[in-house]
């Protein structure tokens, strides 16, 4: 009983003194706790970068956002205790931060976000990197090479050029891509959906494990491979030569034609779509 009493005490103050801290500093300011009771600030800063061809990405729990503008420029707002380290050697940008998830106690989580912009003619050589907890929003870029792992995060993507192919690992999230040009890349996704529209996809492969795949007026040239294992595969109004569709356990629908397990149009044709489902249904309409 004395214990409890103890106990109860302690995280009255705790709360008190939290909520004289939130007021003091207008609530910009959080009481946390990993290892002990921390006070995190939010932290913001605008810094303009030297020209860079190379972008490493190597972030935990900040959503991030690379955009077009008049300038190299980088942009944080989050945390002091997670502040990411910027690094620029040579051509080659690094920005990188610690994992930090602690308990709350104060009032209430700080969302970090990272805004990289470059400027309207640029085209990166690459962008790599390995981002948890975080979703990228890209708008407006052209790069030549890709190789990116998001664990637990989404990818939104508008006006995206990748010329010359690369890898998208996701395990948890989605992936929208809109009016973008995207040549030999791997999209493999574990969990979530993916969902294209006004895209020219040449060449690739896209997989989801477990989640719908939607390619809405989508450009499929050369050899476009799209798999499924759970989950219904659906073109709306694609342009391209030929199809060579597959299904374990599904419906086939290719505009006006049905079959069980195979069903193919002009399969020898140098630009098609060969399409797989284990368990799930391949539905294709004008």
């Known amino acids: 009983m004395k214990k409890s009493l103890i106990i109860g005490a302690i995280m009255t103050a705790i709360g008190i003194f939290a909520i004289l801290i939130g007021l003091a500093n207008g609530a910009s300011t959080n009481l946390v706790w990993q290892n ?15 020209q860079f061809k190379h972008l490493t990405l190597n972030t935990n729990d900040y959503d991030v956002t690379i955009q077009t503008g008049t300038e190299f420029k980088i942009e944080i707002d989050g945390s002091k205790l997670s502040k990411p380290v910027i690094t620029q050697d040579g051509d080659n940008l690094t920005i ?29 050589e690459t962008i790599k990197g390995n981002l948890i907890d975080s979703d990228l929003t890209i708008n407006t870029l052209q790069t030549k090479k890709v190789q990116l792992e998001l664990d637990s995060g989404s990818i939104n993507a508008h006006n995206f050029t990748i010329s010359d192919g690369g890898q998208l ?16 890349v791997n ?25 719908s795949q ?13 798999k ?16 060579q569709l597959s299904s374990d356990n599904g419906q086939i629908e290719l505009f006006d ?13 140098e630009n098609k779509v060969i399409a797989n489902t284990t368990n799930g249904k391949i539905e294709i309409d004008d």
């Open 96 to 124: 990188s931060n610690k994992a930090f998830d602690p308990v709350n106690i104060g009032f209430g989580r700080i969302n970090p976000t990272l805004t990289i912009t470059v400027p309207d003619d640029t085209q990166l």
């Open 187 to 211: 999209l493999k996704l574990q969990n979530g959906y993916t969902e294209f529209e006004n895209n020219t996809l040449t060449g690739g492969t896209y997989e989801s494990s477990n989640g």
């Open 228 to 243: 499924n294992r759970n989950g219904k595969i659906e073109m709306e109004s694609p342009i391209t030569d030929g199809y």
């Open 36 to 50: 002990g009771v921390k006070i995190d600030k939010s932290y913001h800063s605008s810094k303009q970068l030297n």
């Open 169 to 184: 690992t996701m395990d948890n999230g989605g992936a929208e891509i809109k009016n973008s040009n995207l040549e030999n």
């Open 257 to 269: 034609r049905e079959e069980s397990h195979q069903l193919n149009q002009n399969e020898t044709a």
């Open 214 to 226: 939607e390619f809405d007026n989508v450009t499929f040239k050369s050899v476009v491979n799209v």
